[in-house]
């Protein structure tokens, strides 16, 4: 059996970067996510990693574009207001197809708004991650254990597609602590070959060219084109979810991260009580499993959606179940975090109103 450890998450976090083969870290401090930077800048020298603290936000995130371009298996780290600095670099690293890590530990907003957990950004990371026509993966943990599997798979998966990935937490995923394990280090780990990278040529191949910048507007039209072709790939392939009592439910809730935790008490709860709620978590916000809440919608009575903001996630959803039934929102936000109460009679309402038993 595995070792198991206490740790909170956002060490778990970058430990299991580090078991990932990470070796290049740039970030900037910022509450609720400081600890994972504190943990690489004592971890990274002992394993010949680098570190390093940038000026800027903006300057680590350019930093990360440079290492990936050599190949390297890198990694950024900030909270809300970091990720919105960081926004022109990760637009940059899409347009130049290079993979990275890049994690937000979100905080309520906006401006600096406060250090509590929050789910704020799902617009930001889902829809405008930075400028253009692009997508970056993002994976929402709902667990510390989760937070260390995801991050293996994540850099996987940007190395696979040659694109950014994001892994979506929030300050409670980030400060708590629970048990975990990490993968199995018995197997040596290998990772992919990348002939793309910018390592030189020794005069044997043409050189590689890494940009974004195509002045012919037909050449960044094919290159977007392409990047979209991809795309459609990972939407077939990368979505993941789960599901809990979907089966019989009258209503659906639909909750990510530290939230959906919080729903499946009150769909326990709800159970006991003789009521039918069911609960699809989203592990990918993008792709997002749009097939499963479409198909999910031709036998409920409606969706729930429950988010700690104001309602973003919520339009994915409507989009998904395309007026097959109602969906509802409910949430809190700058920085609070709903109890299962809450949850359970907001259920409840939505229920009233859909024609359903309370």
Request: charged content about 25%; aromatic content about 8%; some cysteine.
């Amino acid at each position: 059996m595995s070792q198991q450890y206490m740790m909170k998450g956002n060490e778990a976090l970058a430990e299991a970067a580090l078991r990932a083969g990470c070796r290049y870290f740039f970030g900037y401090p910022i509450t609720p996510q400081t600890e994972l930077s504190a943990y690489m800048s004592k971890r990274m020298p002992k394993i010949g990693g680098t570190f390093l603290q940038a000026e800027s936000e903006i300057a680590a995130i350019n930093m990360v574009l440079g290492a990936s371009s050599v190949g390297a298996r890198v990694m950024t780290s900030s909270s809300s207001p970091g990720i919105s600095l960081k926004t022109e670099g990760i637009s940059y690293i899409a347009g130049s197809d290079l993979p990275c890590l890049i994690v937000n530990v979100q905080r309520g907003g906006p401006g600096l708004g406060g250090i509590q957990p929050s789910q704020a950004d799902y617009y930001q990371a889902t829809k405008a991650p930075g400028h253009g026509d692009l997508h970056i993966l993002v994976f929402a943990p709902a667990s510390i254990q989760e937070i260390v599997d995801l991050t293996g798979r994540a850099f996987d998966k940007a190395d696979h597609y040659r694109m950014p990935a994001m892994l979506l937490a929030d300050g409670a995923l980030g400060q708590m602590m629970e048990p975990i394990s990490f993968p199995d280090e018995s197997e040596e780990m290998k990772l992919p070959e990348k002939p793309w990278a910018a390592t030189g040529t020794e005069g044997k191949r043409k050189p590689n060219i890494i940009n974004s910048l195509y002045l012919n507007p037909n050449k960044l039209e094919d290159s977007v084109r392409a990047r979209f072709e991809r795309y459609e790939t990972i939407r077939k392939n990368e979505v993941l979810y789960e599901e809990m009592m979907t089966e019989d439910a009258d209503l659906v809730l639909v909750a990510y991260g530290i939230t959906s935790r919080i729903c499946k008490t009150a769909v326990k709860k709800a159970r006991a009580e003789g009521i039918k709620l069911g609960l699809i978590r989203p592990v990918t916000l993008w792709p997002f499993p749009e097939e499963v809440i479409s198909r999910t919608a031709e036998h409920v009575k409606a969706f729930l959606s429950v988010e700690m903001s104001m309602g973003q996630m919520v339009d994915d959803v409507r989009l998904a179940v395309n007026g097959k039934c109602p969906v509802r929102f409910f949430g809190r936000t700058g920085g609070v975090i709903p109890t299962p109460d809450e949850v359970f009679d907001a259920a409840k309402d939505v229920l009233a109103s859909a024609g359903g038993d309370k």
